[in-house]
Each structure stands twice: as structure tokens, then as C-alpha cells.
């Protein structure tokens, strides 16, 4: 669990975690349409401030990981309870993606297939990804991210011709209600989750290359969202995407190359499921790594295994209706997610600001 990686490689993780996961739903193309480059322009301002500010306040300790930061800015009691908090929003978000992903198999590939065998099946994967490590995880990120950039570059190309609208115009349709919701979803379940990150910048071999390598991932991630957004809306038109659970997958459908090589969709969501493990694995490695500070925990490899079932457990006793999924992703977890992934770092940020002047006064 003490393994180092490069900022390069901690950067390509950012992009992995956000890409993967975000592009199958499009929920924000849903609600706000041709306005949905205010939500992207939004969130990438808001995913820099947010990593600054953990970036930030982890040089300022080089030698302490963000749990051990915690206990010395807040005291050993209540910094127990902000990274209980954050355990709590933790395991939600790694039991929506884990439902996610089972849904849309049970729901468009595999509809005969029990959902918690599906959601097993996930859970085992992720339980041995984290069991091995964090590098390896980073290593095998950087084999997938190339193909599936490949892919996504081919899918763009091939449905140019499939274009029907423009999907710029009109702007500023959408009401305030929409760009507003739109805006927080996106946030939510894209660069509000850099605090997770924040829990392995001291992993990283040179702390003052976090910044500028995460930023760039974060632009990098807004400009995919924002080029499949408009391509999905272009293509197959803003009814069907409000109306469709999986609106990009509609669209990739449409590409084809000649007769016999028509499902190039399996492919890219072959790579999206990968991609979308990288996420709910990093997401359970952190888990484990907090969980572990916080109860004291010495031996990480047979907590691994706990916190493994833990999450199947909790998993398959959440989200079980599809209405439940959505209505939870959309009004509650955005306001639920506010303290650990937003007020939390800003804490930290107060206090390694007093701590730093109260100790230019002693000198």
C-alpha cells in the first residue's frame, strides 16, 4: 500500500476517474441541452480551485499524508469524524458506480443476468485491483487511456456524417433551475471528487508537479465532455437524449465501417467498464486507506478483503430501483457531498493558512 507514483501517472488517473465514468449518463446534456458548455466551463474553473487548494495545503506538509494532515489541523477527535463523513459519502459514491455499471449491463447487454452477481463479479475485481496496489492500478490506467482515446477519436470521425442539427444554437434556452442543477451534478460526480485525490498526493514522488499535471488532466477531462456532449446531441437529437438512459451508447451505435465491422460499441464500452472500475477502485483503495488511519487498523491485506464485502453488501441493498438511482444522484448526493468534498478541504485550507501565519509571528 506504500508504493510511489509519478505525478504524470497521478494526473492520467484524474483524467481516467472523471472520463470514464461521466460520459455514459450525460446527465447535464439532459437538463440544460446546447447550454451545457456553462456547466463544463463551471466545473473546470471550480476542479482547478478545488485541487489548488488540496495541493496546497499537502505541500505545506511534504512528509504527512491528507488523514495525518487532518489530525494535526483539527485534533486526533474531530478529525475522526470529518473522515467518517467522508467515509460515508465514499462508500455511496463506490456503491452508485458499482450499481451503475450492473444496470446498464442488466439493462442493454445482459438483461437475463442477476444484477448482484453482476455487482460481485465487480466487487471481487476491484477488492483484488486495490489488494495489489496503487502503482500497478496507475500502470495499467496508462495501457487502457490510449485505446480508449483511440476509440473515441474514430467515433468522432465516423459520426460526422451522422450530424443532423447543430447543436449550438439556439443558446441560453435552458431556465436557470436546469443550468443550476446542471452545473452541481456535474460537479458532484466529476472534480468535487479531487478530495479523493487529495488522500494520495503523498504517493506521488515530486508534490510540486500535483498542480499543474491534475490541472491539465482537468482540462483535458472538459474538453471530452464537452466534444461528446455535442456530438451525442447533434447526432441523435435533444428529444431522444432527454428521453434516453444512456444517450452516448445511442450515439456510438450509429457508427459503422462498411458491412462486416459494425459494433465498434462493444469495444469503447468494453474500455468504459475498465474505465469505470478504475474509478470505484480508487474510490475503495482510499476507502481502505482512510478507514484503516481511522480505526487504527496494521494489517491493510485482510481489511482489504473487509472492506470488499462491505461494499457488496452495501451495494446490493442500495439503488436497487433504477428510479431510486437517479432520483438519489440528482437531488440528494449533490447536497450530501457538499461537507466532504467541499467544506472539508476549505477547513483545511483556513487552518493551514492560521498555522502558517501564527507561526511567521513566532519567528
Known amino acids: 500500500m ?45 476542479g482547478i480551485g478545488l485541487l489548488w487548494i488540496i495541493s496546497f495545503v499537502q505541500r505545506q506538509f511534504p512528509n504527512l499524508n491528507l488523514t495525518e494532515i487532518c489530525d494535526k489541523l483539527l485534533g486526533r477527535w474531530f478529525s475522526k469524524v470529518l473522515l467518517c463523513v467522508y467515509l460515508l459519502n465514499n462508500l455511496e459514491t463506490e456503491s452508485g458506480g458499482f450499481r451503475a455499471v450492473s444496470m446498464f449491463y442488466t439493462t442493454v447487454i445482459l438483461p437475463n443476468t442477476s444484477s448482484d452477481y453482476l455487482i460481485f463479479l465487480y466487487t471481487a475485481c476491484s477488492t ?82 500535483i498542480f499543474p499535471s491534475c490541472a491539465i488532466a482537468i482540462l483535458m477531462t472538459s474538453i471530452y465532455l464537452i466534444m461528446i456532449s455535442y456530438l451525442t446531441l447533434s447526432s441523435v437529437g435533444f428529444n431522444y437524449v432527454q428521453t434516453s438512459t444512456y444517450p452516448f451508447f445511442s450515439m456510438i451505435q450509429m457508427v459503422k465501417f462498411g458491412e462486416y465491422l459494425e459494433r465498434i460499441e462493444v469495444l469503447l464500452v468494453g474500455l468504459w467498464t475498465v474505465l469505470t472500475l478504475v474509478y470505484i477502485v480508487i474510490m475503495q483503495y482510499v476507502f481502505t486507506l482512510v478507514a484503516g488511519h481511522v480505526f487504527g487498523i496494521s494489517k491493510m491485506k485482510p481489511f482489504v478483503v473487509a472492506i470488499g464485502l462491505l461494499c457488496f453488501v452495501h451495494t446490493s441493498k442500495s439503488y436497487i430501483r433504477t428510479a431510486d438511482h437517479f432520483t438519489y444522484g440528482i437531488k440528494i448526493y449533490p447536497l450530501s457531498s457538499l461537507l466532504p468534498c467541499v467544506a472539508f478541504p476549505v477547513i483545511l485550507l483556513v487552518l493551514t493558512l492560521i498555522k502558517r501565519r501564527r507561526e511567521v509571528k513566532s519567528l
Not at 465514468?21 to 463551471?42: G, Y
Not at 496508462?142 to 442539427?165: D, N, R
Not at 436557470?176 to 504517493?203: A, D, E, K
Request: aromatic share 16%; net charge positive.
Open 128 to 209: 483484488y485491483a486495490v489488494y495489489i496496489g496503487l502503482g500497478t492500478l496507475a500502470r495499467t490506467n496508462l495501457a487502457i487511456l490510449p485505446f480508449f482515446l483511440l476509440g473515441f477519436l474514430v467515433t468522432c470521425l465516423f459520426i460526422i456524417p451522422e450530424i443532423q442539427t447543430n447543436p449550438f444554437l439556439p443558446q441560453l434556452k435552458s431556465s436557470l433551475p436546469n443550468r443550476v442543477v446542471g452545473s452541481i451534478h456535474l460537479f458532484t460526480f466529476t472534480f468535487s471528487q479531487v478530495i479523493t485525490f487529495g488522500f494520495l498526493m503523498s504517493r506521488v514522488e515530486n508534490m510540486k508537479k
Open 2 to 46: 506504500k508504493e510511489k507514483i509519478t505525478h504524470f501517472q497521478l494526473g492520467f488517473l484524474l483524467f481516467g476517474f472523471i472520463a470514464g465514468f461521466e460520459s455514459m449518463f450525460l446527465t447535464e446534456s439532459k437538463l440544460m441541452k446546447q447550454d451545457v458548455w456553462i456547466a463544463n466551463l463551471f466545473n473546470t474553473a471550480a
